[in-house]
């Protein structure tokens, strides 16, 4: 359990950097960092050695039928072996087909076949990697008719067949349980607590009629509701605030982390992160 941490984003960097606020952990986009050796992973690094950190990945595609993108795996160990990440993440998804990259995180069909492919694919990331890594559930604004099993029964079967763990996003299942109409609380219920590795909250757009996961705004007192049944069901688990369009200062980022925090402490009748887990600081 690392604590309540928030995105790093380029354009808080001189404030982190100046100020080294006090925070639990910070997650960044690998992808932002596995090209660049300039000043991005200069920060990074300096982040690094007050912080722990985690990868979060974008483009993996673990859902696409191309092959794993092998050069893509080979950078993303380099980037992992060099920042000692606490966490390496990706999403449940696709991103992309016969070489074409879509940029958006597209949903899977619910179906055994996908279940098999995925987990296969994810042992050989894992087995390059050399390390476990953790599987996000996404918005999704389409179904596949064709299902075998609910969302959360996917998620599920994938993480248990793959042996990897699962990057729980509550404000995705909020969204998605308003969107295609099912109980939210069967979703947690469905999902054992040693698959679920990091929680993520974000704030949504409702457009419509429908709730769009756009990140641009405070977590909604229903999502932190959500929260709260999410920490009685599984205890303490690292949670992370993401915050990525119409960005605030960094000090409100900070606040919605306290309130996570002081959400965790209320539920949990403790402190988090537990003083003996907080070890900001590498040793190099
Ligand atoms: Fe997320």
Redesign the pocket.
């Known amino acids: 359990m690392l604590g309540c941490g928030v995105g790093l984003r380029s354009e808080h960097y001189d404030h982190v950097t100046r100020t080294w606020p006090a925070m639990d952990w910070f997650e960044v986009i690998s992808e932002n960092y596995m090209d660049s050796g300039g000043r991005p992973l200069q920060i990074l690094e300096q982040v690094r050695q007050r912080y722990p950190v985690a990868l979060h990945g974008v483009s993996l595609s673990i859902g696409s039928t191309d092959p794993l993108d092998v050069r893509y795996l080979a950078r993303l160990k380099a980037l992992a072996d060099r920042i000692d990440p606490a966490i390496v993440s990706d999403h449940l998804c696709w991103t992309g087909v016969e070489g074409e990259q879509l940029h958006d995180l597209l949903p899977l069909p619910f179906t055994q076949e996908a279940v098999r492919h995925v987990a296969e694919r994810v042992e050989q990331v894992q087995t390059a990697l050399k390390r476990r890594m953790l599987l996000?559930n996404v918005s999704a604004y389409v179904t596949v008719r064709d299902a075998d099993m609910p969302e959360w029964a996917f998620v599920r079967a994938v993480a248990e067949r793959a042996g990897c763990g699962i990057?729980l996003?509550l404000?995705?299942i909020y969204i998605n349980a308003y969107n295609h109409q099912f109980d939210p609380s069967e979703y947690l219920r469905a999902v054992p607590g040693h698959l679920v590795g990091q929680f993520?909250l974000?704030g949504h757009t409702v457009r419509e009629g429908f709730l769009f996961d756009t990140h641009n705004r405070p977590v909604i007192d229903e999502v932190w509701a959500l929260y709260r049944e999410a920490l009685r069901r599984y205890g303490p688990v690292t949670t992370l605030i993401?915050w990525d369009a119409d960005l605030p200062p960094f000090e409100r980022l900070a606040e919605e982390a306290a309130t996570a925090r002081a959400v965790a402490r209320d539920v949990l009748g403790h402190p988090v992160p537990p003083a003996q887990a907080v070890s900001p600081v590498r040793q190099t």
Do not use: G, K, P
């Open positions: 996000e990057l996003d404000n995705n993520h974000a993401e």
